[in-house]
Each structure stands twice: as structure tokens, then as C-alpha cells.
């Protein structure tokens, strides 16, 4: 029974599933959000910057509250318009993966997304373009228009209606007079429909993924993706990389909105924005997995529990988890897989409620993954003692969770090593 | 002899590429075994010369594309890591060396 729910697992599941994730457009998508994390990241540590962790009257959060402004201006021209960069690096992953110049499909995705915004002429300033859009709240539309562009320059590029160079150009020249016919299509097309005919493309494409939204960051929601990632990764397979695909985008509208409303000082509206799942659920790994690991490396009767444990804590620390899927093994172990998936899922609920009735402070930050729990939970919510309190909490029902499996399993490798000895 | 291995971030690996480098020189090898992301590892061979490209198993369904996209670079052995051989364990690595030194013969 056991071994069948594995093979399925193992064939029916998870690899096909995987290989869908591979499609064409999901890993552009994924490849050029994957690009801007870095920008993100860097963007939005400023925001601990303008609030630092500290009490309101010391002169470190005074000088703060004072330059605000300019302290944030970094933050507006990085994370504050992600999705622009988000269409250069979708437009360049899909043009490459067609094997078609990388920069001119890149160059056309940001001239589609930026026409389905308004300029408008400010009084003194000149011609200005709002920047709303251009942020978290604008990734739908980059996606879509981003696509567009590139399908529309592959399908010119193959019905060979194209301004085609002699030999004797130069190849970088030749490129770009091959791009002027999609460039013209693109930029006709976007004309007519936000121009012309008034297309309000992120108005409409906000009402349409509104309830996707909204649903992603309930409790159901955010028990979705654990589950599907701990089931990827019990067949062996990077669940978050491959869940990540789809689901990156909404959690990156999430994060967003909570950063601006962070910027704000308003409160923040989401509570499962990415670093919710990587600080209060992915704790030393996906699978909750610090819990098993601190077993092993200290309560293991068998030498090869113990080693395996005393190995992957260190990487553990940092949320780096492969010694330990791979060498128990987790992957297809029926008797690991239970706690894997259970462990998270109870961290999920746990932690989802105590943000939810306000306990500990909501995430906003993009801290880098590899960063202890405690340390990354506090960066996440912009300096929240408690979240480190909630983080050592959820490692400790993590290791309770874990403990008599862990054991079962301890035992199993006790009586393998006895019966090597005794042979 | 020089290898790649491929798997998501390029991090996790690193422990199973120093421990393979261990045990290979035990058993009278010369291995050199670097471990880069799925967004680097392109770069790195057209800088490097590589005889072996390896696919860990928690990304085996891109190993189609990953394959694909070294068909340019000649005499390059690319395959995967079988997950029963991925983690920085002795025994393990034995085992993925043995594994290696089938494919390159």
C-alpha cells in the first residue's frame, strides 16, 4: 500500500507535474521575476532604513521620520516599480528560449508594458508617467503584454516578413533593423488599445485576478502551496522552484502592497506574501526540516542518524536542507514524509493566526533566504522582536512533530548498523 | 578530470561536490568538481572546459532543457545525479563516483 502511494507519488505526480512547470512561458515568467529578486531585496531593505527597529523618541528613528522622503527614494525606483524589470527580464527569457536576440525581445516587452500606462503632463515638471503601475500591483500586466510582445515578434520572424539586411552588415546592426517590423506592430497595437480605444489594462486585469488574490492569502490558501510543495520535494523535487513558477507572481502582489502600505505607515494588509512561507514555515528548509535536523545532530542512538545530523545542521542553519532530503533519505521514505508535510502545515496554521489576530507583525521585507530563522524572521517584519519568539516557537512544534518519527527512524538505522556488525 | 554539478541556486550542491572531491582523490582520481545554479552554469562553460555536467535530482525534470542547451559544447558528458547518490554522505558519494567513472569510460 505504502510502496504504491510512493511510486505514484514519485511517477504520477510529481515528475509530470514538474515537467509542466518547464512549459515555455511559465519558466520565462518564472526566469524574469527570479531576475528582479535581487532588486527587491536591496529595494526594500531601505524600508528598515526609514523605520528603523528601534523606540520612536531615539534620534536614529527622528532623523528618520524627518528624511523620509529621500531615504526612500532608492526603494521607489527599484522595488516601488518592480514590473518593469520584471518585463525586460520575461521579454529576454522568452526571445532566448525561442533563441531569438534576447535584448530586442527584451526591449519590446518594455515598450508594450509601458504603453498600457497614460503619460500625463504635470504643471512645471513636464511630461510624467504615474508609477503605480509599474509596481507589484502592474506584474499581471506585465506578464500579458511581455508575452505578447515576443509571441507577436516570433510569429513575424517566421512568416518572414521582416526588413532582412545583405551579408556585408554588421550582425548587431542587422538585429536591430530586423526588430523595426514588431517594434512597429507592437507599438501600433498598444496605440490602438490603450490610446485609442481607452483600454484600461489594469483596471480590468485587476478585477480579473482580484479573487485569485484575495484567496491566495487566506489560511486555505497559504495550506495550497505548502501542501503541493512538500509533496514536490518527497519525490525529490525543488517544490518551490517548481510551485514558485505559478505562484510567484500573486505572492509578489502581495509583498508589494504590504511594502507600500509599509511606506505608508498604514497597516499592512496581506499576511502571506513569500517571506511569510520562508520565515514561519520553511524553517531550516522547506518541510520545516530544523526540527528533524537538531534530533539527529543531538538525540541520535545511530551513528549514521548522528553524522547525517551533525552534516546538515550547519547548512540547516541557513535554510539549506538537500543533505538532509537526500541522505536520510526524506525523498520516498513513507515514515519521513509524514512529519515533512504534517510539520509545515501546522506551522502554516499556527503562524497564519498569529498574524491574523495581530500577535506578531505582518512580513514586508524580502530578506535573503539563506539567513538563520530568527534573524530572517525579524528582518521580514521590518523588526519585530516577536517574530522571533513566533520563529524559535515554530521550530519547537516542528521538533515535537518530527520527534516520533524521528525515533522510529533512529531505531530502523540502530538495528541496520547492529546487524552489520553482528555479519 | 573536471566536473559540473547543476542544481537550483548553486548552494546546496557545494557540500556534495567537496565530498566527491575527497573521496575521488582517495580512490586515485583527480576530480575538480564546481557546483553553479541553473541561471550560471552556461556562462561557466563557455569560459571553462568541462568534462562531466551532472544534474541534481531535485531539478531532474529540466534536465531535458539543461541537456538541450549543452548540445554546443562538444565531448561534454551531461547526466543525472541519481537522488539515492546526493547528499554529502560517504557512502553515498562512493557510490556516485563509482556511477561517474561508468559514464566516463
Known amino acids: 500500500m505504502m510502496e504504491k502511494i510512493m511510486l505514484w507519488l514519485d511517477e504520477k505526480f510529481s515528475t509530470p507535474m514538474a515537467k509542466l512547470a518547464e512549459q515555455r512561458h511559465l519558466r520565462a515568467v518564472r526566469d524574469g521575476i527570479v531576475a528582479t529578486l535581487p532588486i527587491i531585496i536591496v529595494g526594500s531593505f531601505f524600508l528598515i532604513i526609514a523605520f528603523p527597529p ?21 526603494y521607489r525606483l527599484t522595488m516601488y516599480i518592480m514590473s518593469l524589470y520584471a518585463a525586460w527580464g520575461i ?16 526591449n519590446l516587452a518594455v515598450v508594450a508594458f509601458l504603453m498600457t ?33 515576443v509571441e507577436l515578434m516570433r510569429i513575424i520572424y517566421k512568416s518572414n516578413f521582416k526588413i532582412t539586411m545583405p551579408e556585408q552588415v554588421p550582425a548587431s546592426v542587422a538585429r536591430s533593423f530586423e526588430a523595426l517590423t514588431p517594434t512597429a506592430v507592437v ?6 488599445i490603450t490610446f485609442i480605444f481607452g483600454f484600461d489594462w489594469h483596471g480590468f486585469i485587476a478585477k480579473v485576478m ?6 491566495s492569502d487566506t489560511l486555505f490558501g497559504v495550506l495550497v502551496p505548502v501542501i503541493l510543495i512538500t509533496l514536490f520535494w518527497s519525490a525529490g523535487i525543488h517544490g518551490v522552484s517548481v510551485v514558485g513558477s505559478v505562484a510567484r507572481p500573486i505572492w509578489t502582489v502581495l509583498l508589494d502592497a504590504n511594502t507600500k502600505a509599509a511606506a505608508e505607515g498604514i497597516a499592512l494588509p496581506h499576511i502571506a506574501p513569500e517571506p511569510f512561507y520562508q520565515w514561519f514555515i520553511w524553517i531550516g528548509g522547506a518541510g520545516s526540516t530544523i526540527g528533524l535536523v537538531l534530533l539527529m545532530a543531538f538525540a541520535s542512538k545511530s551513528v549514521y542518524s548522528k553524522s547525517l545530523g551533525r552534516t546538515a545542521l550547519a547548512p540547516g542553519l ?12 526524506i525523498v520516498l521514505n513513507p515514515i519521513l514524509i509524514i512529519p515533512f508535510i504534517l510539520a509545515p502545515v501546522v506551522l502554516a ?8 489576530l495581530e500577535l506578531v507583525a505582518r512580513p514586508f521585507i524580502l530578506a535573503p533566504w539563506t539567513l538563520p530563522g530568527p534573524i530572517g524572521a525579524f528582518v521580514a517584519t521590518g523588526g519585530d522582536w516577536r517574530a522571533i519568539v513566533l520563529n524559535i516557537i515554530c521550530i519547537f512544534i516542528a521538533m515535537v512533530i518530527y520527534y516520533p518519527f524521528f525515533r522510529i527512524y533512529d531505531n530502523k538505522q540502530l538495528a541496520l548498523e547492529k546487524e552489520e556488525v553482528t555479519l | 578530470m573536471k566536473i559540473m554539478f547543476v542544481c537550483a541556486g548553486g548552494m546546496s550542491t557545494t557540500m556534495t561536490a567537496k565530498k566527491l572531491e575527497e573521496v575521488s582523490k582517495k580512490n ?78
Open chain 1, 54 to 74: 528601534v523606540p520612536a523618541d531615539t534620534a536614529i528613528a527622528l532623523w528618520a521620520a524627518e528624511n523620509i522622503v529621500t531615504i526612500l527614494l532608492p
Open chain 2, 28 to 105: 586515485g582520481v583527480e576530480m575538480t568538481v564546481n557546483a553553479f545554479g541553473t541561471s550560471g552554469y552556461l556562462r561557466q562553460l563557455e569560459t571553462e572546459h568541462y568534462d562531466v555536467l551532472l544534474v541534481a535530482p531535485q531539478i531532474r525534470h529540466r534536465f531535458d532543457v539543461i541537456k538541450d542547451s549543452c548540445a554546443k559544447f562538444e565531448g561534454l558528458i551531461v547526466e543525472k545525479i541519481p537522488p539515492n547518490m546526493y547528499a554529502p554522505m560517504e557512502p553515498m558519494v562512493k557510490k556516485l563516483f563509482d556511477y561517474i567513472m561508468e559514464k566516463v569510460k
Open chain 1, 117 to 149: 500606462m497614460v503619460p500625463k503632463v504635470a504643471e512645471g515638471i513636464g511630461w510624467v508617467l504615474p508609477m503605480a503601475n509599474m509596481g507589484g500591483a502592474g506584474m499581471f500586466v506585465a506578464i500579458i503584454t511581455s508575452i505578447l510582445a
Open chain 1, 210 to 215: 482580484a479573487p485569485l488574490v484575495t484567496t
Open chain 1, 318 to 329: 541557513f535554510n539549506i536542507n538537500e543533505p538532509l532530503i537526500f541522505g536520510a533519505p
Open chain 1, 349 to 356: 496554521i499556527v503562524s497564519y493566526t498569529a498574524m491574523a
Open chain 1, 187 to 192: 507599438v501600433v497595437l498598444m496605440t490602438l
Open chain 1, 91 to 106: 521579454g529576454y527569457s522568452l526571445s532566448k528560449s525561442y533563441d531569438m536576440d534576447g535584448v530586442s525581445g527584451a
